[in-house]
């Protein structure tokens, strides 16, 4: 057993030495890149020292020298080897790729407001990514889609049971890291289906009716449904396009959620797919 260490230690050194330092270069503006920045380095240093593991040159034993190794060899080092621990290793592999994806799939199912919210929270790390129970905007997201929002957290759960027992500090950081950066992806979404932006020149009175002008990063077609968020990112009402001005999208209240609104520059405007045909 030991003997077959030395060869998987070199393709482990030389796997983690082939792994770029840095991200691509970043184009101009907000993008998937940038706002995974914080995630990749917290990652990198995760990885770093993972790199610095050894396999035991020597051991009293093959338990001992298997239980030492195992504490080092991950799911790609495991594609290496022969016999049973090869075939359980990609099915593993192949389970957790299927979790996150379907993970991605859900999330784009709930409101967009809701996404950004534990985007960027995901992104400041100051998200409880283990325990979805404490996410703010929960609530929101169940009265959304219930069954999507008990998806998202049991395949997070899922995920998190899938560490040993008694796993690193590190293990745990990847898992979390992992979850962040599909919060991250999430949250910004396909960049021709989710629309936002800002208030641009607010209404006279936050009522049925109203007419207001908002800035979007494209522009919708009339009477596309979008949803009015305070700064707090709570629902504030319904919004439904107009027409175009040449730096602005003009947009009538056509539901209020909150009577006692005073709406501003500072609230946005978030549609999806998904919201604009439930709207």
Same mark, same amino acid.
Request: with cysteine; charged share 25%; net charge neutral.
């Given at each position: 057993?030991?003997?077959?260490?030395?060869?998987?230690?070199?393709?482990?050194?030389?796997?983690?030495?082939?792994?770029?330092?840095?991200?691509?270069?970043?184009?101009?503006?907000?993008?998937?890149?940038?706002?995974?920045?914080?995630?990749?380095?917290?990652?990198?240093?995760?990885?770093?020292?993972?790199?610095?593991?050894?396999?035991?040159?020597?051991?009293?034993?093959?338990?001992?020298?298997?239980?030492?190794?195992?504490?080092?060899?991950?799911?790609?080092?495991?594609?290496?080897?022969?016999?049973?621990?090869?075939?359980?290793?990609?099915?593993?592999?192949?389970?957790?790729?299927?979790?996150?994806?379907?993970?991605?799939?859900?999330?784009?199912?709930?409101?967009?407001?809701?996404?950004?919210?534990?985007?960027?929270?995901?992104?400041?790390?100051?998200?409880?990514?283990?325990?979805?129970?404490?996410?703010?905007?929960?609530?929101?997201? %169940?009265?959304?889609?219930?069954?999507?929002?008990?998806?998202?957290?049991?395949?997070?759960?899922?995920?998190?049971?899938?560490?040993?027992?008694?796993?690193?500090?590190?293990?745990?950081?990847?898992?979390?890291?992992?979850?962040?950066?599909?919060?991250?992806?999430?949250?910004?979404?396909?960049?021709?289906?989710?629309?936002?932006?800002?208030?641009?020149v607010p209404p006279r009175l936050a009522r049925v009716g109203e007419r207001l002008q908002v800035k979007l990063n494209r522009a919708p077609a009339p009477?596309?449904?979008?949803?009015?968020?305070?700064?707090?990112?709570?629902?504030?009402?319904?919004?439904?396009? %107009?027409?175009?001005?040449?730096?602005?999208?003009?947009?009538?209240?056509?539901?209020?959620?909150?009577?006692?609104?005073?709406?501003?520059?500072?609230?946005?405007?978030?549609?999806?797919?998904?919201?604009?045909?439930?709207?």
């Amino acid at each position: 057993v030991v003997e077959r260490f030395d060869f998987l230690g070199q393709v482990r050194r030389s796997r983690f030495k082939a792994r770029p330092a840095a991200m691509p270069g970043l184009g101009a503006g907000e993008t998937l890149q940038a706002r995974l920045q914080t995630v990749h380095l917290q990652n990198r240093a995760v990885l770093e020292q993972w790199a610095g593991a050894s396999l035991p040159a020597t051991a009293k034993s093959s338990l001992q020298a298997q239980e030492e190794a195992a504490r080092v060899l991950s799911l790609e080092d495991l594609a290496l080897v022969t016999g049973p621990l090869r075939k359980e290793a990609q099915e593993l592999r192949d389970q957790l790729e299927h979790c996150i994806s379907c993970l991605l799939d859900r999330l784009n199912l709930l409101p967009g407001s809701v996404r950004l919210q534990w985007g960027q929270l995901a992104e400041d790390d100051q998200l409880r990514v283990e325990d979805v129970a404490w996410w703010p905007g929960l609530e929101r997201a %169940e009265i959304d889609d219930f069954n999507a929002t008990r998806t998202v957290a049991e395949l997070i759960a899922w995920l998190f049971r899938q560490l040993a027992p008694g796993a690193s500090a590190n293990g745990r950081s990847a898992v979390r890291n992992l979850v962040r950066a599909v919060l991250i992806h999430a949250s910004l979404g396909d960049p021709q289906e989710i629309l936002r932006g800002t208030v641009h020149v607010p209404p006279r009175l936050a009522r049925v009716g109203e007419r207001l002008q908002v800035k979007l990063n494209r522009a919708p077609a009339p009477g596309t449904r979008l949803q009015l968020m305070d700064p707090e990112q709570r629902l504030v009402a319904v919004l439904a396009v %107009e027409d175009h001005g040449a730096d602005s999208t003009r947009v009538a209240i056509v539901d209020l959620l909150q009577a006692d609104a005073r709406i501003s520059t500072r609230y946005s405007v978030v549609a999806n797919r998904r919201t604009m045909e439930k709207l």
